[in-house]
């Protein structure tokens, strides 16, 4: 997971890095959405490159802000969701 400079919150599979970049696959960009209640916010998830969604880019680190390795659940979850081809619902 990473934070750009722009304020964005990217969840993507990393496939390497380099000093100057991570390549990253399969990105998806966190957004707030109103939840069913008033007031309540929930969290998207959105992919960062609609015309390849699970494409493979290389994101420059001078772009980024921060680096997460430890994903909360709910957002791998999520995550692993959209972008996996295994039919996870069978799973719960």
Same mark, same amino acid.
Not at 25 to 39: A, F, H, I, S, Y
Not at 42 to 50: A, E, I, R
Not at 54 to 59: E, K, R, Y
């Given at each position: 997971?990473?934070?750009?400079?722009n304020? !964005? !919150?990217?969840?993507?599979? @990393?496939? &390497?890095?380099? &000093?100057?970049?991570y390549?990253?696959?399969? $990105?998806?960009? @966190?957004?707030?959405? $109103? =939840?069913?209640? $008033?007031? !309540? #916010?929930?969290? =998207? @998830?959105? $992919?960062?490159?609609?015309?390849?969604? +699970?494409?493979?880019? +290389?994101?420059?680190?001078a772009?980024?802000?921060?680096? #997460?390795? =430890?994903?909360p659940? !709910?957002?791998?979850?999520?995550?692993l969701?959209?972008?996996?081809?295994? &039919?996870?619902?069978?799973?719960?």
């Amino acid at each position: 997971m990473f934070k750009a400079l722009n304020g !964005e !919150e990217i969840i993507a599979r @990393l496939v &390497d890095e380099t &000093d100057e970049h991570y390549t990253i696959e399969k $990105p998806r960009v @966190l957004v707030t959405q $109103p =939840g069913k209640n $008033p007031g !309540e #916010l929930t969290v =998207g @998830l959105v $992919p960062w490159f609609v015309g390849s969604p +699970d494409g493979t880019i +290389d994101v420059s680190k001078a772009h980024i802000f921060a680096r #997460l390795t =430890g994903v909360p659940a !709910e957002l791998q979850k999520g995550y692993l969701h959209q972008t996996s081809t295994i &039919d996870l619902s069978a799973s719960n």
